[in-house]
Every structure is written in structure tokens, then in C-alpha cells.
């Protein structure tokens, strides 16, 4: 179907395609974009309005796998059980670039267009990269771009960025429907980007006024723990002498994590946010069943272990001075996230085009992660963020406040910059390649994850 399209394309053009020149295909993919701007908007909106929590994107992997039908694209379904992916080829030897859009939401009951009955809400922004990813393929489907480009083009649904409902995922893991908790993990451990050379995705934020995209910067990796404190029973009013509390452990833990953090360098970027998510059964009965979760997060791997050491010291300690029993499970998490400065000087420009010098800056560390990190360990890979949403990430006020930042502005920077990747005989593309040093292969990277298992014991 690709090629029927390209072919007509090819026709239409007759002389007017060999004078092609890249600004004039930059221009035709803009065109595109803006002539379909409010078919974009429209998928965004609808997603915000229909949140999914991972690796039950159902609903939304079927639109997105819809809209690449539409425009011709390869499909594959059931990547990381929801995943969906639409290759656009060019019919010339190159990179394969991956652009991705996240499919699932977090739980923030209280958002406007949360789901009443799921509590899901996409109060982080991943209805954003879907649109702009979609849009992306639009503006290059369209203006038949492939036709001048060199490589291909793999548009990627992906599912379970958020790193939620964990005890969920861990029985998926269990029955062997997944092996990850984290969907760029699923398909990395899998296989998925073996076949990829250069993968991009924008980050839909709330960003101050005078900035509407941020470049680069770094984030947080981190551990994910499930904690068990196991208690005796007993009547919480008559006899809690013959019981063991397990949530006064469980206290005594969360003091013990507590009390360690002036031992956590600043420049480590150490975060610990544990919950409670059982208490006990009744509350006339001394609880004997607690459980936990938390992140262990950090800028590096060495100071996520370090850090992590210490809170399963002082979750043990908890039980100890109670008398409980604790299990504690070590779950792989996400690995800090570095950037290409290549690709990312790519993305700056065609970002400066669009809005101006004055409205581009510079991102910093952030202390929050995304499994994003893990595939920049093995691949040239950026991960910028564009305005377009008021309010704090992943609370109630985070809604879009301009849709036409929030959507359309992201879908035409990635269509741009794949554009400069592609072209000339993918030139740019494989200066990336050829520059990058991966931190590990992909063996390395799985071998990684169950070494800092087994040491952080």
C-alpha cells in the first residue's frame, strides 16, 4: 500500500520531484500537519478523555492501530500484550528511526478526565506524544516524504511507561505473559528494537511561559521494591499482647528509610517515596498482613544501589525490633536517562524554526524516570518535552492549556528532524550511528538488571 502511494505520488510530481529539495520537503510535511491540525488535536483530546493504565491500553492501541491503517502503514499488534507499530519504508537502504508515543495514564482519580471506575488519568501527558506521534506520521505519509529519504521509519505505540500497579505486572511477570514491568523494557528484552538505529519521542509538560520546548538533560533511574511485613493476629483490644503488629514494623521501617536520608549525597539525586497500600484487615484486630511499595531512585547506578542497600536494611530492621517477618522483592525499574547531543542539536533547530530561539532552552536533571533511559543506554535516542499543559505532572490540574503546543507543534519538530536524519542518503543518520558508544549491548543490559538484583540483597 506504501508503495502504491509513493508511486502516485511519484506521478503527480513528474519533474517537479527531481528538483526536490529538503526545505521544500520540510515545508510540504508542515503543510500536511496543518492541513490535518484539527484531525490531530481531536486524537489527543479523545485520548485524554479515554486513560488507560499499562498494559491495558486496549482501546487505545486499537485507535492508534486504526489511524497507521489509514495511512497505509506495516502494522504489527501485540507488542508487550497492547503495543502497536506502522513502518513507513522508504525502498532505500538507511537507518530504521523510531518514533514513539506512549499509550498508557497514571491513577489520579481526582483529574477531570479521570476514569470513574480505574481511577486512570492522563495527568502525565502520554495523549500528547500519541497525537504528535500520529501526526508525525501524517505530515510524512502525506507529503511522500519516504520518496527522497533514505531507511525507514517505525511508528511505535508503547505500552506501560508509568511504572504503576505493580503487584499487577508482578503476576504478569509470574505467568510469563511479560518479563518487564516497564513496556520499552518488554520490547527491548524482546527483541523489538534489535532492527532499531535511532529512536525519538517528546515528552508533552507544563513548561514556564517564555519556554515552549526543552532540549536534553538527564533524569533519574531507579529500583522498584514490594515490601511484605508479615504479623499474628490478635484482638486489637483484648489481647494485642499475643500479636505481632506488622504495620508498627512497617512504621519502624519507613522511620529507618527516613532517618538515612542525610546520608544521601545531593548530587546523587536520591529519591525514596514509599506507600502503604495494605494496613491490615480490621481495625479490631492487631494487622498481621502489611505491604509496601516504593522506588529507590538516583542519577547513576552505583548510587541507586548504595541507596538501595540502606532502605532494605532499615525495612529488615523494622521487622527485627518487632518480631515480624518482612519479604522484600526487587523489582528492575528504569535506568537513568541520558541524551545524543546530535540528534538533539537536530531537534533544536527544526525546534527554533518553529518558534523562535527565544522559546527553546536547555533541560536539566530531573529527578523523575522513564524507561526511555533504558533504551538511550543501547541506542541513539532523545527524549525533549514541549509545552502545552498547565498544572503539576501527574496531579488533578494537569490538563492541556494549548493544544496546539500540546499536539501539532511536536508532530511537526519529530516529522522535521526525521527528515534531516533521513536525508541525502540518511548522511545524518549515520553520523549518529557511528558515533554512538553504546553503555551495553542488550545481553549486558538484562545481565545488569539481575546483577544489581543479586548485590542489592
Not at 518514533?99 to 488519568?121: K, N, Q, R, S, W
Not at 517528546?202 to 515490601?227: Q, Y
Request: a negative charge; one cysteine or more; charged letters at 25%.
Amino acid at each position: 500500500m506504501i508503495e502504491k502511494r509513493i508511486h502516485k505520488l511519484q506521478h503527480e510530481k513528474g519533474r517537479q520531484g527531481r528538483s526536490m529539495t529538503k526545505e521544500k520537503l520540510k515545508q510540504a510535511a508542515l503543510d500536511q500537519i496543518d492541513k490535518n491540525r484539527e484531525r490531530i488535536i481531536g486524537l489527543g483530546q479523545h485520548i485524554m478523555a479515554n486513560p488507560e493504565l499499562g498494559y491495558k491500553e486496549f482501546k487505545t492501541s486499537s485507535l492508534v492501530k486504526d489511524c497507521f491503517l489509514e495511512l497505509g502503514l506495516d502494522i504489527t499488534v501485540g507488542l508487550g500484550i497492547t503495543g502497536v507499530s506502522g513502518v513507513l519504508p522508504s525502498g532505500k537502504d538507511g537507518p530504521n528511526v523510531c518514533i514513539m508515543g506512549e499509550l498508557d495514564a497514571v491513577v489520579c482519580p481526582g483529574h477531570p478526565y479521570a476514569d470513574p471506575v480505574t481511577g486512570a488519568a492522563h495527568a502525565c501527558g502520554h495523549n500528547g506524544q500519541v497525537a504528535s506521534m500520529i501526526g508525525s506520521a501524517i505530515g510524512l505519509v502525506n507529503s511522500g516524504a519516504m520518496e527522497y529519504l533514505s531507511g525507514r521509519i517505525t511508528f511505535l505505540g508503547v505500552p506501560a511507561e508509568e511504572y504503576v500497579e505493580v503487584e499487577y505486572r508482578q503476576k504478569l511477570r509470574k505467568q510469563g505473559k511479560i518479563r518487564f514491568i516497564g513496556g520499552k523494557q518488554e520490547l527491548l528484552a524482546g527483541g523489538f528494537f534489535d532492527n532499531i538505529d535511532i529512536a525519538m519521542m517528546v515528552h508533552m509538560a507544563s513548561l514556564e511561559p517564555d519556554t515552549k520546548i526543552l532540549v536534553g538533560g538527564t533524569s533519574n533511574g531507579f529500583i522498584g521494591k514490594l515490601i511484605r511485613y508479615k504479623g499474628k493476629e490478635a484482638h486489637a483490644g483484648a489481647t494485642p499482647h499475643l500479636g505481632i503488629n506488622a504495620l508498627n514494623a512497617a512504621i519502624l521501617g519507613l522511620m529507618g528509610i527516613h532517618l538515612q536520608r542525610e546520608t544521601f549525597r545531593d548530587e546523587d539525586h536520591i529519591r525514596i517515596h514509599p506507600i502503604i497500600t495494605k494496613g491490615g484487615d480490621l481495625v479490631n484486630v492487631i494487622p498481621a498482613d502489611v505491604r509496601m511499595e516504593t522506588y529507590v531512585r538516583g542519577k547513576t547506578l552505583e548510587a541507586i544501589k548504595n541507596a538501595n542497600r540502606k532502605v532494605t536494611r532499615a525495612l529488615a530492621a523494622g521487622a527485627e525490633a518487632i518480631g515480624a517477618q518482612v519479604e522484600i522483592e526487587d523489582i528492575p525499574g528504569y535506568l537513568p536517562r541520558r541524551s545524543n547531543q546530535v540528534l538533539d542539536e537536530a531537534f533544536r533547530a527544526n525546534a527554533e524554526r518553529l518558534v523562535g530561539k527565544h522559546m527553546v532552552d536547555t533541560g536539566a536533571h530531573g529527578a523523575g524516570s522513564s524507561d526511555m533511559g533504558d533504551i538511550m543506554h543501547l541506542l541513539p535516542a532523545i527524549h525533549p518535552a514541549c509545552g502545552g499543559a498547565g498544572g503539576m505532572a501527574h496531579s488533578e490540574e494537569y490538563v492541556v492549556n494549548d493544544p496546539d503546543t500540546a499536539y501539532v507543534l511536536p508532530a511537526k519538530i519529530l516529522a522535521l528532524t526525521a527528515i534531516d536524519v533521513l536525508w541525502e542518503d540518511a548522511s545524518l543518520g549515520k553520523r549518529i550511528i557511528d558515533s554512538f558508544e553504546p553503555l551495553m549491548t542488550k545481553e549486558e543490559y538484562v545481565d545488569a538488571w539481575e546483577q544489581m538484583l543479586r548485590d542489592s540483597v
